[in-house]
């Protein structure tokens, strides 16, 4: 089975920047559908932002459009997150997601059900 591992969660003020990374071990990664939750305590798990295989599209929560950008490196079989101008409303654990099935529909990339692999969590903090 896949093992997803989330790292570069912290702490950050509000406005400032953060990179988060999932590294998958094993081989395959390229043909894995990926995405980025996050929940607070408290709230549901949300969406956050979605890559897909092979040509790598891309799909935002409309709460991170404009903030926060998704990329992928086969070769290094990590996924990333890189997040701007940040805000407090951002503080939450963030999960990194996969699954090797196919998704077609924005409701499905949307929806943590479709994904069969999740890492630990990082935790991101923005302070005000």
């Known amino acids: 089975q896949v093992q997803l591992v989330e790292s570069g969660g912290g702490l950050v003020q509000a406005a400032g920047s953060l990179r988060l990374s999932c590294a998958a071990s094993g081989r395959a990664f390229s043909n894995y559908n990926m995405g980025w939750f996050r929940q607070a305590p408290g709230k549901e798990r949300e969406f956050v932002a979605a890559i897909s295989r092979y040509v790598a599209a891309t799909y935002y929560a409309d709460s991170v459009k404009g903030r926060f950008t998704i990329s992928r490196d086969n070769a290094k079989n990590t996924m990333y997150l890189q997040m701007t101008s940040l805000k407090p409303e951002d503080t939450a654990a963030y999960y990194c997601?996969?699954?090797?099935?196919?998704?077609?529909?924005?409701?499905?990339?949307?929806?943590?059900?479709?994904?069969?692999?999740w890492g630990q969590g990082t935790q991101v903090t923005v302070s005000s």
């Open positions: 997601a996969g699954t090797p099935s196919i998704i077609r529909t924005m409701r499905q990339w949307s929806r943590s059900s479709e994904y069969d692999y």
